[in-house]
């Protein structure tokens, strides 16, 4: 009998598919030499194409492209993945207009190739992917590559991800997909079905990866710390462009920025009111006047809106610690003052009453034409909704607009595509079977992440648990308010969250794993038991 015989006796016919590829990958070796020489030919076209449209930045492309090949076949996947979500969270997505289209960073070309399609950058028009999605679907063949070699990125010890949260996600991914199918049947326009649910499918994919390759409670400090990295060098650049292009814009980096800087505001805010030690007052201290000092000089409104809801949360969940009982004090004491500066400042232009200001544009929808049209844009998702609630429209479809506010189709002609109120745009698409199966996956995600609150004393878990609410419950305000569903931001805040809640809840004992137990070793034989018996009559007594 051949080799090849022998083996195929030894293992079951279903898996002789998976034993002959895993042979082959195992044969296979990179040629360095034939990576050379196709490096060196990219890098001259990279210079030509540089030339020709004034960036002479793409030669260093090839050597770059090249250097992260080697990174992702080589290092741990969980490694790229946070690299990719730094790089998301910091570069400049030209389609959200950086900025306000008054200054650009030196490196924006990257982020104009990573996250907006290749072919707006390179003149080739059959590029009609991002950068992204080449990256992710590398990421996934490698990850493919290595479970098939039987290479496990994380070890049988490591809590899993909690089955109920990896079957919501499946269930959003699938829903996504039949809701755009559905609506390119019924004559829905299938680019815009693409701007559409872009964002809403990648959030299932970056979870189904961090969740096959993330440690659990170990990669915690990792994912906190790349948050506020990112946050506190997004500040800095936004306090840098407002000095340098005044106060005339509206915003200095971008809309989504504010998903950032909250998230990482409130991570630090939530340990310091969960265990008012030295590190948490170290934390505050080096985090938060960076941080605040962006968000002003950003100029966003729903930033404020966000850290407040995300406190109030925090408040009602955690127990009543000294810096809680302070603040709550604090905020009985001002309580009878509040509106006589709420009153006073309602309708003035005073410095001193700008918090009035930004509130008054919260509540108050009359008070500006912005927050006038987004009332009258709502008005339009209701009756889209009505009207298509039990048999959805689905993806690549306009909503209904009875009313008309003010044209902005010569500058974002599809605004009856992308609503600025993404949640009630997903419900207008969605309908409400559709929108339920979709967002499923965050309801559960806070579920365990509130439970592995709930079942541990560790300082550092809660802060965790508490902060994924956190991100998650940003991320909804932000789709609510400003388009949070159509950027990198949102994806690559909410993903990490739902895989630290699943995986927190398996390792706090908030959900039971799914991972077979090992085998127990055999019990030993119980020890002989002594019996009595008589040797000559009942007075002599021996031990047999």
């Known amino acids: 009998m051949t080799p090849e015989g022998a083996l195929f006796d030894a293992v079951p016919t279903g898996r002789r598919a998976l034993v002959i590829a895993r042979a082959r990958l195992k044969g296979f070796r990179g040629q360095w030499s034939a990576m050379l020489v196709a490096v060196w030919v990219a890098t001259m076209a990279a210079m030509v194409v540089g030339a020709a449209i004034d960036q002479p930045i793409l030669a260093l492309i090839p050597m770059v492209v090249a250097t992260v090949l080697v990174a992702i076949a080589k290092a741990p996947l969980r490694y790229t993945l946070l690299a990719l979500a730094f790089l998301a969270l910091v570069l400049e997505n030209p389609a959200e207009n950086p900025g306000s289209g008054r200054w650009k960073s030196p490196i924006y070309i990257l982020g104009a190739l990573l996250l907006a399609n290749l072919n707006t950058t390179l003149p080739i028009r059959a590029l009609r992917f991002s950068g992204m999605d080449a990256v992710t679907a590398l990421l996934f063949m490698v990850w493919l590559r290595r479970r098939i070699l039987g290479r496990h990125e994380v070890s049988p010890d490591m809590p899993e991800t909690a089955r109920p949260l990896r079957k919501a996600s499946l269930i959003s ?50 994912i906190g710390g790349l948050i506020i990295g990112a946050a506190t060098l997004k500040a800095c650049v936004a306090m840098y462009v407002r000095s340098v292009v005044g106060p005339e814009p509206p915003y200095v980096t971008t809309h989504a920025d504010s998903m950032l800087f909250a998230t990482a505001f409130c991570i630090p805010l939530i340990r310091l009111l969960i265990a008012a030690d030295k590190k948490s007052f170290q934390l505050c201290l080096a985090v938060w006047p960076l941080l605040i000092g962006g968000m002003i000089a950003n100029g966003r409104r729903l930033v404020w809106v966000e850290i407040a809801q995300v406190a109030v949360i925090v408040l009602l969940m955690t127990p009543w610690t000294p810096v809680k009982r302070a603040l709550v004090r604090f905020l009985i004491i001002i309580a009878p003052i509040t509106p006589v500066y709420l009153a006073a400042g309602w309708n003035s232009d005073s410095g001193i009453f700008k918090p009035v200001k930004t509130v008054r544009s919260v509540l108050d929808s009359k008070s500006d034409r912005s927050s006038e049209t987004r009332d009258i844009e709502n008005f339009n998702l209701i009756v889209t909704l009505k009207a298509n609630s039990f048999l959805p429209m689905g993806f690549g479809h306009e909503y209904i607009e009875m009313v008309q506010a003010d044209d902005i189709s010569s500058f974002f002609p599809q605004y009856r595509f992308i609503p600025h109120n993404s949640v009630l745009g997903l419900w207008a698409f969605a309908g409400v079977l559709g929108f339920t199966c979709i967002w499923m996956m965050l309801g559960v995600a806070v579920f365990f992440a509130a439970r592995s609150f709930r079942m541990t004393r560790n300082i550092d878990y809660q802060t965790a648990a508490l902060s994924c609410i956190g991100a998650i419950f940003i991320y909804l305000q932000q789709a ?17 969250a739902m895989v630290v809640a699943g995986k927190l809840a398996v390792a706090t004992g908030a959900f039971p794993s799914t991972k077979p137990r090992p085998a127990a070793a055999p019990a030993a034989p119980p020890a002989p038991v002594p019996v009595l018996a008589y040797a000559h009559g009942p007075e002599e007594i021996t031990l047999q």
Do not use: E
């Open 173 to 222: 991914f699938c829903t996504v997909i039949g809701l755009m199918g559905w609506g390119i049947a019924t004559h829905g326009d299938f680019t815009n079905a693409l701007w559409q649910v872009q964002k809403l499918l990648y959030v299932p994919i970056i979870f189904a990866l961090m969740s096959a390759t993330f440690r659990g409670p170990a990669d915690h400090p990792l």
């Open 480 to 496: 609510y308010g400003d388009m949070g569903l159509v950027n990198w931001i949102g994806v690559f805040l909410v993903t990490p």
